[in-house]
């Protein structure tokens, strides 16, 4: 049946490596937040935007090592928080490059204009490399709508694998259990929507044989 | 009277061949000077898809040594005899063979300032900044940049000009001592080919490094323009000495901005080393926050290529791992300890699938009680691949003890075995 979610990562990788990857790549990212705050001691201006999305990232950075001791570990639920994570991080990041591009190419051909007093400098192809740019930029963001669905089915197939339902949870984490998977449950249950609907899908474990 | 010689000698075999067994063969070097071994043992060798990479290496030297003009014709035949011999001498091919994806990386960029002009792509001046402030809101390599004091010069010379040179070949040298046979080679063809992969797209989608905006602004580039020692120029005046000014004006490929090498060669060898000692991970790290600094520091790279080159060779470290990569053995001090050697990272789900289960196992399972105990017995990983639904995959057995209820387990013993 066709998914949405993938089954594997880029067609070949097991979703655990390209799991693993996704945040390995978002770990080298956060980093970004190191340097931007770096400014404070080199004195270059940076505006209210950059501070919030560096203070972010700063703030991303332990819980995403964090999250990669745990989808190295296979440990299901703090991988569901990290997916959760991982989307609001997309769409604030989606947000901040949609503010940030308005900006940049609004001032775009003027910065070159006045960069250089040379007839040169007219002669900079800014169409194209305004396409170049917005290409590229629109492609990254396509592949992190693509980790987001990898992490997720990822997260799922743990969720599966253990057996976890919003309402099995023991103990500490019972409560953020109940949380994260009561949010979409026929999304993380065991045979999606179709469970209960003429499908047996009782384990051994449920029945309590 | 002991000869430092013979101190020497002794020390090592002390320190790294006390606990050799005696008919393994692994780590043991090829001595032989005879052609036709070598060409034999090719005649006996199954031919697989991956194989393919030598003819590509090889027709990428051939194109090298076409286009380059610069050693005269007889040179380089004598050139491409040399190499040849050396591949097919079992004494040196050991080491040339596994050399070969770095050595065709050497001879490409090397090449890269033969290439005609005409058959190269437009330089990008403005990709990379806008890249830059879109998606990291800012010009980081510029906030790096705006101050500088000769202290910072210095520490960033440390990893840019210095560790970032030697760091293969000390590298080299601890995976040789302390790695599984076989891991050496397995380094040399990430790092040849994450160099290879990372040149090509330099002469594909050339760009322009931060200098130049410093230098000639955003006016359009040329491939007559010649390299910059950037922020080098400066450690060149402290130290008094011409180490890099003339070399980079002089560089192959002065538009090979994205993606970063020096990122990617710092985090492929990040990635060996902390394979080998997982406890100098958060070290290795720290080194790569060093090296970032100082390529933005000395106006060489934007944040972006730092990122583009630390994702190449995150890809080709995962894809070379997971197959190829010799497993570490803790209790194996250096590569004569090891009797046998696994490849691969993570055990391939169709060798577990297929594991034998022993009474051993059930009475493994019995004896202990701690649910610990249990999700390390192969039952619980059974248990799982056959329960679980089939659009489900599996790589590595469960570890969640929370999960873990020994009820589980007996339902599957007894399923088992009625």
Known sequence: MFSIVPRYFLGFLPLAAGAELITVFGIVNKASGIYGLLSIFTGHPINAAQWVLNIISIILLPFFLYALLSVRRQNPLPVVAYSYVYLLDMLANIAFTIFFSVTWFRGFDKVVASGDDDANAAKLDTASERGVSISVIVLVLLFRLYSCFVLFGYARMLVRKSGLRFDNGQGKSAMLQYVLLGLTPSFWRRGGRRAGKGRMVTTLEESGF | ?418
């Open chain 2, 1 to 418: 009277m002991l000869s430092p010689a013979n101190f020497l000698r002794r020390k090592f075999r002390s320190i790294f061949l006390t606990d050799v067994s005696p008919s393994s063969t692994l780590a043991r070097l090829e001595t032989s000077w005879d052609i036709n071994k070598t060409i034999s043992r090719v005649q006996a060798h199954r031919f697989v898809i991956t194989d393919l990479q030598y003819l590509l290496d090889f027709a990428i030297i051939f194109f090298v040594l076409c286009i380059v003009t610069e050693p005269g014709p007889i040179l380089r035949i004598l050139i491409a005899i040399g190499f040849s011999l050396l591949l097919l001498i079992p004494i040196t091919s050991q080491f040339f063979f596994p050399f070969l994806p770095i050595g065709t990386w050497l001879f490409l960029f090397y090449s890269c300032r033969f290439v005609p002009a005409s058959w190269r792509p437009p330089i990008w001046v403005r990709v990379l900044p806008s890249l830059e402030t879109i998606f990291y809101g800012g010009n980081l390599s510029n906030v790096l940049a705006a101050q500088k004091s000769p202290v910072l010069d210095i520490l960033a010379w440390i990893p840019y000009g210095l560790i970032h040179f030697g760091g293969p070949f000390v590298c080299s040298a601890v995976i040789f001592l302390f790695a599984a046979p076989g891991t050496l080679p397995v380094f040399a063809h990430a790092f040849g080919y994450m160099n290879l992969i990372g040149v090509s797209i330099q002469l594909m989608f050339p760009n322009s490094p931060p200098w130049y905006e410093n230098m000639y602004g955003l006016v359009p580039a040329t491939y007559d323009v010649k390299g910059s020692p950037g922020g080098l120029a400066r450690v060149d005046q402290i130290i008094g000495l011409d180490l890099y000014t003339s070399s980079f004006t002089a560089s192959p490929m002065v538009f090979g901005a994205f993606p970063s090498l020096h990122s990617g060669c710092a985090v492929i060898e990040v990635l060996f080393m902390s394979y080998l000692f997982p406890r100098l991970t958060p070290y290795l790290m720290g080194y790569v926050l060093w090296i970032w600094w100082s390529t933005m520091y000395l106006t060489h790279h934007y944040f972006v290529d730092l990122i583009g080159g630390a994702i190449l060779s995150l890809s080709v470290f995962v894809l070379v791992a997971r197959s190829y990569l010799p497993k570490v053995q803790p209790d194996k001090p250096s590569r004569w300890a090891y009797d046998y050697v696994e490849l691969g990272i993570l055990p391939a789900p169709k060798a577990r699938l297929t594991k034998e289960y022993t009474p051993g196992d059930w009475t493994l399972y019995n004896s202990s009680d701690s649910s610990d105990a249990y999700t390390l017995t192969p039952t619980s990983e059974w248990e799982i691949e056959t329960l679980a639904d089939n659009e489900d995959e599996f790589n590595r057995p469960l570890v969640n003890a929370n999960n873990a209820k020994p009820s589980r387990a007996l339902n599957e013993k007894a399923v088992y075995e009625g």
